[in-house]
């Protein structure tokens, strides 16, 4: 196992999680059909993030690179240092973007008061939002863009990282697919496939404008604060439009704003053009070919 981590870290690293973090995701949903018990998905959400996400990170990047390649990995993923510009693209911008794309398709919410708006803006946005980084999307993007995603990117450049992390990042997500029927399920799973490119290529450009992994959690959280919300309680569009589902909308927005940012960059995503794939993770002695992004650095 340890010879495997060092040479593929990420084929171990996704072994790990589609067996360990997709066993812990799915038991509420197994609990439930298989012995009629109810257990709360939150709290399985959030082991999930730590043990099938955040912890091979850690683990497999101490194997394969040492201390200093662990030391690495957590300064990208604490730095918190970046210019204000990028803060307000993450806590204003998307929040912005996906509530007018909302009222463009759905029409305005149907708000009585002044206090409403507070409401939904304090208890549905900046309470979800701080809640979600914590406890699921910073740690969720240590693993998608810290360690798989970035480690792709080395190799391959950054649009084909974009593109395979986007599928293995929808796959990831199967739990919250699953439940209806079987042509339900299959339409999830192609719209999660659809906007999950465009989208860790936004999160790729935020990256490597900012050496951040935080500030990629932080965008995430904004869109999921806006959408959906937490474990602690109902997003701004839900609140903000009671009875409907909403939150669909968000994340096809997001990847527009992803396409665009392909369109805009020539799909270079913010990386430098001197940046070359196999520009750090060296691939010239046989032993250390690997596949898709692999190999000790």
Not at 61 to 81: F, K, P, Q, V, W
Not at 191 to 219: E, K, M, Q
Not at 228 to 254: D, K, Q, T
Request: hydrophobic share 55%.
């Amino acid at each position: 196992m340890t010879s495997l981590i060092r040479r593929r870290p990420v084929t171990a690293f996704l072994l790990w999680f589609f067996t360990v973090g997709q066993l812990i995701a799915f038991t509420p949903m197994i609990a439930e059909r298989a012995y009629d018990v109810q257990l709360a998905t939150e709290s399985f959400v959030v082991a999930a993030t730590v043990l099938g996400l955040l912890l091979p990170p850690v683990l497999f990047t101490r194997i394969a690179e040492g201390r200093e390649g662990l030391a690495a990995l957590g300064r990208r993923s604490l730095n918190l240092t970046v210019p204000t510009r990028w803060y307000l693209l993450a806590l204003v911008g998307i929040p912005v973007l996906t509530v007018v794309g909302t009222v463009a398709f759905l029409g305005a919410p149907d708000l009585t008061s002044a206090s409403e708006i507070g409401s939904a803006l304090s208890s549905g946005l900046a309470v979800q939002l701080l809640v979600v980084f914590v406890t699921v999307n910073w740690w969720e993007e240590v693993a998608w863009m810290g360690f798989v995603q970035s480690r792709i990117q080395e190799r391959h450049g950054p649009m084909a990282a974009a593109a395979l992390t986007g599928v293995v990042f929808a796959l990831g997500h199967v739990s919250l697919a699953v439940g209806g029927s079987w042509s339900q399920t299959a339409a999830l799973l192609g719209l999660l496939l659809v906007v999950s490119i465009p989208f860790r290529a936004l999160a790729a450009w935020v990256y490597n404008r900012t050496d951040s992994v935080a500030l990629v959690g932080l965008l995430h959280a904004a869109a999921n604060a806006t959408a959906v919300g937490s474990l602690a309680g109902a997003g701004f569009l839900p609140r903000i439009y009671p009875g409907e589902e909403p939150g669909g909308l968000v994340f096809p927005l997001l990847a527009l704003l992803g396409v665009l940012v392909i369109l805009t960059t020539r799909g270079r995503l913010g990386r430098s053009p001197s940046a070359r794939p196999n520009s750090v993770i060296p691939t010239a002695s046989p032993h250390r070919m690997s596949t898709i992004g692999e190999g000790s650095s």
